[in-house]
C-alpha cells in the first residue's frame, strides 16, 4: 500500500506560478514512476506529466513547456512546478504512483483567476 499526500494548491492569477507537491509513504519500493493528473469540473481527469525512478520525464502538450516535474527519491516526494498559468488550467490536481499496483492522492484545488 502506498499513501500520497499532496499540497501547493491555491489560487494564483493567470500568469502566475504555483508548485505542487506530493509525499508518499508505505511500500515506496513498488513505486516505478510517479505523476501528475488534473480533472476539471465536467471533464475527464487528464495526464499531465509523469517521471521515472531513473529521472526520464514526460509531458501532455497542453502543459509542456509551462509545467517541470521533478522528483526528490530521498523524500519520496514529487513536485509540478507550473508556471505562466492560464484560466485553463483551474482544475483538481492529483498524484499517482506508477508500479505494481497504482495509488492516487487525495487531489488538490488550482484556481486560476483574475
Known amino acids: 500500500q502506498v499513501h500520497l499526500v499532496e499540497s501547493g494548491g491555491g489560487s494564483v492569477q493567470p500568469g502566475g506560478s504555483l508548485r505542487l507537491s506530493c509525499a508518499a509513504s508505505g511500500s515506496i519500493s513498488s513505486i516505478s514512476a510517479m505523476g501528475w493528473h488534473r480533472q476539471a469540473p465536467g471533464n475527464q481527469r487528464e495526464f499531465l506529466a509523469v517521471i521515472t525512478s531513473g529521472g526520464q520525464t514526460s509531458y501532455a502538450d497542453s502543459v509542456k513547456g509551462r509545467f517541470t516535474i521533478s522528483r526528490d527519491n530521498a523524500k519520496n516526494t514529487v513536485y509540478l512546478q507550473m508556471n505562466s498559468l492560464k484560466p485553463e488550467d483551474t482544475a483538481v490536481y492529483y498524484c499517482?504512483?506508477?508500479?505494481?499496483?497504482?495509488?492516487w492522492g487525495q487531489g488538490t484545488q488550482v484556481t486560476v483567476s483574475s
Open positions: 499517482k504512483t506508477y508500479g505494481r499496483s497504482n495509488y
